[in-house]
């Protein structure tokens, strides 16, 4: 049986998004690159909720923990 011929290069789309943001961010200090990324994360509005999520998670666990 043959393979359906691929429409679609997951691996190269993400290293093709991995070059942008690397050519976008060259020469900026980490920390700034980071606080731009975390800026942009939290206002998607699908990964933005789930990050806000995640973070009230770990705040319940560590609460826990002391």
Same mark, same amino acid.
């Given at each position: 049986?043959?393979?359906?011929?691929?429409?679609?290069?997951? #691996?190269? *789309?993400?290293?093709? @998004? !991995?070059?942008?943001? %690397?050519?976008?961010?060259?020469?900026?200090?980490? =920390?700034? %690159?980071?606080? @731009? !990324?975390?800026?942009? #994360? %939290?206002?998607?509005? @699908?990964?933005?909720?789930?990050?806000?999520? #995640?973070? =009230?998670? !770990? *705040?319940?666990?560590?609460?826990?923990? @002391?």
């Amino acid at each position: 049986m043959k393979k359906p011929e691929k429409t679609f290069d997951c #691996v190269k *789309m993400k290293w093709e @998004i !991995q070059e942008k943001i %690397a050519k976008e961010f060259k020469g900026m200090p980490e =920390e700034k %690159a980071r606080k @731009i !990324q975390d800026e942009r #994360v %939290a206002k998607n509005p @699908i990964l933005g909720p789930f990050l806000k999520k #995640v973070r =009230e998670l !770990q *705040m319940q666990h560590y609460r826990k923990a @002391i």
